[in-house]
T-cell receptor
Framework: KNEVEQSPQNLTAQEGEFITINCSYSVGISALHWLQQHPGGGIVSLFMLSSGKKKHGRLIATINIQEKHSSLHITASHPRDSAVYIC???????????FGTGTSLTVIP | GAVVSQHPSWVICKSGTSVKIECRSLDFQATTMFWYRQFPKQSLMLMAT?????????EQGVEKDKFLINHASLTLSTLTVTSAHPEDSSFYIC???????????FGPGTRLTVT
């Protein structure tokens, strides 16, 4: 069983829609990360969270430590948001990442 | 800040040859570097973790004699795929950690095709 579960696996949205991607984990963590991987393969770190909520532009990430759950929200989605979004956690025992399976997002104009 | 480069970005080689991939942290010192492999439409698979000046720690199932990792300095790690076979064709990504944070900074990846 994977320590990190993501849903949905695939998501198609119309431009302008509000998007939510969910991540659940089953272990004690030191931090949770949201990453974005574009079709060319490069990976960008969007957020690192250990509690609460963070916002950057149209992106919002929240985490509930008690429920072991995090969400990534995209407001006013745009075709350039099309990418794979990956949730990853670092455990209390080290700095290795444990990855979710990713959510492939396509935003249609 | 926190830029990681990889070279080459893509490489095609013949079966049986060796290929070296470089991963550099450009504006910070990376105490730990990670090497990942990614198959199409799959998530990243950790191959090994390397700390500067010490031997890499390989994940179970990864052949250390086939995937040679050297972390010679705080800004450079290399992955050498020895005696490459077509099944080694994949996307290889490195990341670097500066030691004082849990963040990893990812390189742009190297696409290896073995013919």
């Amino acid at each position: 069983k994977n320590e990190v579960e993501q849903s949905p696996q695939n998501l198609t949205a119309q431009e302008g829609e509000f998007i939510t991607i969910n991540c659940s984990y089953s272990v004690g963590i030191s931090a949770l990360h949201w990453l974005q991987q574009h079709p060319g393969g490069g990976i960008v770190s969007l957020f690192m969270l250990s509690s609460g909520k963070k916002k950057h532009g149209r992106l919002i990430a929240t985490i509930n430590i008690q429920e072991k759950h995090s969400s990534l929200h995209i407001t006013a989605s745009h075709p350039r948001d099309s990418a794979v979004y990956i949730c990853a956690v670092t455990l209390n025992t080290g700095n290795q990442f444990y990855f979710g399976t990713g959510t492939s997002l396509t935003v249609i104009p | 800040g926190a830029v990681v480069s990889q070279h080459p970005s893509w490489v095609i080689c013949k079966s049986g040859t060796s290929v070296k991939i470089e991963c550099r942290s450009l504006d910070f010192q990376a105490t730990t570097m990670f090497w990942y492999r990614q198959f199409p439409k799959q998530s990243l698979m950790l191959m090994a973790t390397s700390n500067e000046g010490s031997k890499a720690t390989y994940e179970q199932g990864v052949e250390k004699d086939k995937f040679l990792i050297n972390h010679a300095s705080l800004t450079l790690s290399t992955l050498t795929v020895t005696s490459a076979h077509p099944e080694d064709s994949s996307f290889y990504i490195c990341s670097a950690n500066a030691g004082f944070t849990y963040e990893q900074y990812f390189g742009p990846g190297t696409r290896l095709t073995v013919t």
